[in-house]
């Protein structure tokens, strides 16, 4: 059961035991060396909350498994997750080399086991959260200082809790806090709000009007470096330096200039050392690492224009804008026809036209807020502008966007609440207490979909009918269920919206094999892996399918291969010795359940670890190796005490050690898989 991905070579999870199948504001001024404010107070405790907060609302992710690409990057490429040394092994092969190796870190921890990749992507969800909070009071403090704003220093502690508690729980940050390959958008997101942090301390508000110490301004781009090498379209990372610099520290970009040219020369010559290293390669598609796992980008996407992409992107922002009001209608993945909608590009054009408007009168005024329109825009230009990306919509990339927005919300709200009476303020609080026991909830709903892949992608279904990828993945998950007959109707409709997609024929020789059919399934699976190199779990079909077909040495050879792909796996060696035992080549049979068994012992797999000892002992009773067989059944037993076939063979192991006369030769019918 295969579930397509929007990776290139896509492949299928872990299968059965038994089966490879299965603000107020006035002109700006430059901060003088008087201007020094004492820290704010709070932090800990806001910071203690909000941890909290986010722990709860995310405690159903933990019971999430794998989904969509982190079968094709995780569950299905574990040799590339496998080695935390040499560190070439997670940081030359990948353009998100601290992504790779955070996963090497959870592999090394817990194997394949979901739940530590869950509890990381919730950590840094958490520590984003803080940092954000941080960010909002160092940036009043910094605003207050320069006479950019009248907001009491009192207020501070509960605008920045505000703000930041409301993006930490809103439901559109699950698509990086839950879904774990996309921790890349959320460890970006900590490298960049890490640099805007240590940019707002290094100023002479902050520091009592002394110059900032050496290590914050060199921590900056080191920051924004780490942003990029989590994601490469964080490359907005230094721009966004920039722009808090010149709109919030300063008031304009001369007087940024002036004062920290070097960090932003520091910061962008380590974008252009990255850059040269093929690191950012994959986000203009050009580069022998974009053409091999970032296809989906820039020239690489066929079929789509600069121009065509450019409409995309305007329907793109009009969906995003309806996703931060009305988070209802998320889904993992969506075709284009999810941006058909008539409303979408007129929403996206008059958020495109208001944003510059924004720009050009803040420009004008020099002030703060000009920062709004600018950062979204910085932020979003990577993946939603004129470079085309195989996926135009994707919501895990309105997770930092997503903050500016709800700061620029905060931000209109406050001067209002600010000269209001008590009772506006209590409904003030009121409201935001409303809004998030309405997110916490959301984020639930969110995290029971995530649990449910059936569900995930009926979503995508719904909501992109003409999208072949959501039917597809249904199909996968539906025949993991065992719910064929709904899993057929899925890719046949999938087959007439692309026909010949390789995850297509995959599932579709595996609804072959069920039916008896294994002729056919081979012809399908030689189709879908022609030209590619096949993951494991298309190799473990294929040895069902020749297994099938009585081609058992064929078959024995395509388990073992599989097993190379999946390591930690112990049923492909399980079905390889079968093969092999059908095959009458013992040694290779043996061999193979010997590593069946480490492997299922190293994974704790009772299961597994009794079927392998079974059938090497059912091979050695049918050899005449009594004593060994005997051994092997207990080992089945010790493994799983309820297993009735090793306890039946080993009485007889035992018996025929007495009278090996009596020994039959049909064990070997009673091998299981």
């Not at 709000?193 to 290094?202: D, G, K, S, T």
């Not at 008896?516 to 079909?541: F, P, S």
């Not at 359940?593 to 049918?622: H, K, M, P, T």
């Amino acid at each position: 059961m295969r579930p397509e991905s929007d990776e290139p070579h896509a492949s299928r999870g872990r299968d059965s035991a038994q089966s490879a199948q299965t603000a107020q504001t006035e002109r700006s001024r430059d901060v003088g060396p008087g201007a020094a404010v004492s820290a704010p107070s709070g932090a800990v405790l806001h910071s203690l909350l909000l941890v909290a907060a986010v722990c709860t609302a995310w405690a159903g992710a933990l019971s999430v498994g794998f989904v969509f690409d982190d079968v094709a990057r995780i569950a299905r490429d574990e040799p590339a997750i496998a080695t935390l040394w040499p560190p070439s092994t997670w940081l030359l092969e990948t353009q998100r080399p601290l992504v790779q190796f955070s996963l090497a870190v959870n592999y090394a921890l817990g194997g394949l086991d979901p739940r530590g990749y869950h509890a990381f992507n919730i950590a840094v969800h958490a520590a984003n959260a803080v940092l954000l909070l941080l960010v909002v009071r160092t940036a009043l403090v910094v605003l207050r200082a320069r006479g950019a704003i009248r907001i009491a220093p009192t207020s501070d502690g509960a605008i920045a809790l505000a703000a930041a508690a409301i993006w930490a729980l809103h439901p559109l940050t699950t698509s990086a806090a839950t879904y774990v390959i996309q921790r890349a958008e959320s460890m970006a997101a900590f490298g960049t709000l890490a640099a805007v942090l240590a940019l707002l301390r290094a100023t002479p508000a902050v520091q009592g009007g002394t110059d900032a110490p050496p290590r914050l301004v060199i921590a900056v781009p080191i920051l924004a470096a780490l942003a990029i090498l989590s994601k490469p379209t964080a490359l907005s990372a230094p721009f966004l330096v920039v722009l808090v610099d010149a709109c919030i520290v300063f008031g304009s970009f001369g007087a940024a200039w002036r004062r920290r040219w070097p960090t932003y020369v520091a910061a962008f010559a380590m974008l252009a050392i990255l850059g040269a290293l093929g690191v950012v390669e994959g986000v203009l598609g050009v580069g022998d690492a974009a053409a091999d796992r970032l296809a989906g980008y820039g020239a690489n996407v066929a079929g789509v224009d600069s121009i065509e992409y450019a409409a995309l992107s305007l329907r793109a922002l009009g969906l995003y804008a309806f996703h931060v009001i009305a988070p209802m209608k998320l889904a993992i993945d969506r075709g284009p026809d999810a941006l058909a909608a008539g409303w979408m590009p007129l929403v996206g054009g008059a958020l495109l036209a208001f944003g510059a408007v924004v720009t050009v009168m803040g420009l004008a005024r020099r002030a703060w807020w000009t920062i709004v329109p600018l950062a979204i825009a910085v932020l979003l230009a990577p993946t939603t502008s004129v470079v085309p990306l195989a996926d135009a919509a994707v919501d895990h990339r309105m997770y930092l966007p997503l903050a500016v927005v709800i700061l620029a919300l905060v931000a209109l709200v406050i001067p209002v609440v600010a000269h209001a009476s008590s009772a506006v303020r209590i409904g003030a609080l009121v409201l935001v207490a409303a809004i998030l026991f309405l997110e916490v909830d959301g984020v639930a709903a969110r995290n029971r979909a995530f649990a449910d892949p059936i569900a995930l992608w009926s979503e995508v279904v719904a909501q992109s009918p003409a999208h072949a990828r959501g039917y597809i993945n249904r199909a996968g998950h539906l025949l993991e269920a065992g719910r064929d007959d709904e899993a057929a109707q899925d890719l046949a409709r999938a087959q007439e919206l692309m026909p010949g997609n390789p995850t297509l024929l995959v599932n579709l020789a595996i609804i072959d094999l069920r039916a008896g059919d294994a002729a056919r399934a081979m012809e399908r699976l030689d189709i879908a892996t022609k030209g590619v190199r096949a993951d494991h779990a298309v190799l473990g079909a294929r040895g069902d399918a020749l297994r099938a077909l009585g081609r058992f040495g064929e078959a024995g050879r395509n388990y073992l291969l599989a097993a190379q792909r999946a390591p930690s796996d112990a049923l492909y060696p399980l079905l390889a010795g079968n093969a092999f035992g059908e095959e009458g080549d013992d040694d290779a049979a043996i061999k193979a359940y010997d590593e069946a068994i480490a492997r299922a012992q190293a994974v704790r797999d009772a299961g597994l670890e009794s079927s392998a000892a079974f059938n090497l002992g059912n091979l050695r009773y049918r050899r005449g190796e009594f004593a060994d067989a005997a051994r092997c059944y207990r080992d089945a037993l010790a493994a799983d005490a309820t297993h009735e076939g090793a306890r039946t063979w080993l009485l007889r192991a035992e018996a025929a050690l007495n009278l090996p006369e009596r020994a039959g030769d049909a064990a070997g019918e009673a091998s299981d898989g």
